[in-house]
């Protein structure tokens, strides 16, 4: 039997503490280029993180093979995201089958980076990392294509997230007793990073028994092995998507950013034939529903059960939620469901909020993307908040429907993810504009976008910008100012908006 091929991107595992053999021993050096090169100098005695991690997985699964990527210094333990990039991209074509990280980034510009390869990676790879010890979004560990590890208290057992906000897939034990070849007895501490080994050696146990450890095939084991019965695991965001399909009966001219669209189905079944010969596209990881039609929802459930069928990771933007259906092993968000998150207490928001209110969902769309793209461009992180379910085409984070526990969701995006100051975008009509309106004032709202007609010329704030006809309407520390715009409102409504935050 094949054994699994275990790799550790860390410090660089020394061999003489647990008498290690590798097949690889590289170090990517801190060059211009990030060169990955023979690592010398390890063999000798000191246990250190990437040997303590080792020691973890071969304490629990001693039948691995093994190979060691140094990213990390030795001085501070720190190392660089083109370091990590460089390493990750030797893993593309090897004959790896598992990948250990007991590091990570807890910024969003070094996510971005990231996103890319480790979907590549996750198409025939588990990758396993650890969270910051913060317990805040952490990448890799975020990602969903990631088996993300906090650490717990139970030293003898596992316990399963199923629609983590932060990310997080399980809590594992992380002290453990481990002896070397020199006799010599230690307990690791308590900490994600070594929390994260002990499931990388549940994964090698499974790769033993034969069998398949996909990411979400690893899922389902791991439920089985925390003692719950198999559930659906609904994920807060979509970054796993790189090719999907879209089921509507709705117009609407999306253009995702992140991933590619393939094509558009109406739930009729004159597309039958094209819908399922889509199915079978290997290429295509995800079928999108939205706006779907309560008189077809029988037909739309078997579009879904079709799509699970062939392995299709799902996105419910409108309707019933996944839960209704029978267990399967795909990724799978729902509007419908709401996140748990790691620590409850929400804070006061003291960051930036900037509230877009649009009637159009198309239109509001577009404008939340081009303030987070731009905020971007200026070096700051503006996660989109939205109660329009067809925002997670865009990454958004979904607001709950209830009005008044908004607030308390967006406090959760500002602590776990870092925001340096938040976009909402809120799809309203003349029943709920005012709802809104007032809520928004509450939260005392730096600065209110208005593109939608149900507002008249009101504003909240000291700060607002609002959008008629071919007019844009600015009220800045009580002084108004109207002038013409061409069709290129977004980019004048962002560049005022923006000299008004800095100012």
Not at 16 to 38: M, Q, S
Not at 385 to 392: D, E, G, H, Q, R
Not at 457 to 484: A, M, P, W
Request: include cysteine.
């Amino acid at each position: 039997m094949k054994l699994p091929h275990v790799v550790f991107i860390d410090d660089g595992i020394n061999r003489t503490p647990f008498g290690v053999d590798l097949v690889y021993d590289l170090e990517v050096i801190d060059d211009k280029d990030h060169t990955i090169v023979t690592r010398f100098g390890s063999d000798q005695d000191n246990i250190n993180h990437s040997t303590t991690c080792y020691g973890i997985v071969k304490k629990y699964c001693p039948d691995f093979i093994c190979s060691s990527i140094k990213v990390l210094n030795d001085y501070n333990w720190k190392g660089s995201i083109e370091r990590l990039l460089t390493a990750l991209e030797w893993c593309l074509d090897k004959d790896i089958d598992i990948i250990n990280l007991s590091l990570g980034t807890t910024s969003n510009f070094d996510a971005k980076k990231l996103l890319p390869i480790i979907n590549k990676l996750a198409q025939n790879k588990l990758i396993i990392a650890a969270a910051s010890n913060k317990n805040i979004a952490t990448y890799p560990a975020s990602f969903t294509s990631v088996v993300g590890v906090i650490t717990t208290t139970d030293k003898k057992n596992i316990s399963i997230f199923t629609n983590s906000f932060e990310g997080f897939n399980v809590k594992a034990p992380s002290e453990h007793v481990l002896i070397t070849n020199a006799g010599h007895t230690f307990t690791t501490e308590h900490s994600n990073s070594c929390a994260a080994p002990y499931i990388t050696a549940l994964a090698c146990n499974s790769w033993l028994q034969g069998e398949n450890i996909g990411y979400n095939q690893f899922i389902s084991i791991l439920q089985k092995e925390s003692g719950i019965d198999l559930q659906n695991t609904i994920y807060e965001r979509i970054d796993w998507v790189q090719k999907a399909i879209l089921v509507t009966d709705a117009g609407g001219n999306f253009v995702p950013e992140s991933f590619e669209l393939a094509g558009s189905f109406t739930p009729d079944n004159k597309h039958n034939s094209y819908y399922q010969a889509a199915l079978e596209n290997k290429t295509i990881d995800t079928v999108f529903f939205t706006e779907n039609a309560k008189h077809r929802k029988q037909r739309i459930e078997k579009m879904i059960f079709d799509a699970l069928k062939m392995d299709k990771n799902i996105v419910v933007a409108e309707g019933f939620p996944p839960y209704t259906l029978a267990y399967s092993p795909s990724k799978k968000w729902s509007c419908k469901i709401e996140p748990t998150f790691y620590n409850p207490v929400a804070n006061k928001i003291d960051i930036p909020l900037v509230a877009i209110f649009d009637d159009s969902m198309e239109r509001l769309i577009q404008a939340c993307q081009f303030f987070f793209n731009n905020f971007e461009l200026n070096g700051y992180y503006a996660p989109i908040c939205s109660n329009c379910p067809a925002s997670v085409f865009i990454n958004a984070f979904y607001l709950p429907e209830d009005i008044v526990r908004i607030d308390s969701y967006l406090s959760q995006v500002q602590r776990a993810y870092s925001a340096d100051l938040l976009v909402c975008g809120i799809l309203t009509d003349k029943n709920t504009f005012h709802s809104y309106l007032k809520y928004f004032e509450s939260l005392e709202t730096d600065i209110a976008v208005f593109l939608t007609p149900e507002s008249g010329l009101e504003y909240i704030g000291e700060n607002s910008i609002h959008l008629e006809g071919s007019n844009i309407t600015i009220k800045n520390d009580l002084r108004v100012e109207t002038f013409s715009c061409t069709e290129k409102y977004n980019e004048i409504i962002f560049e005022k908006a923006y000299n008004i935050l800095i100012s």
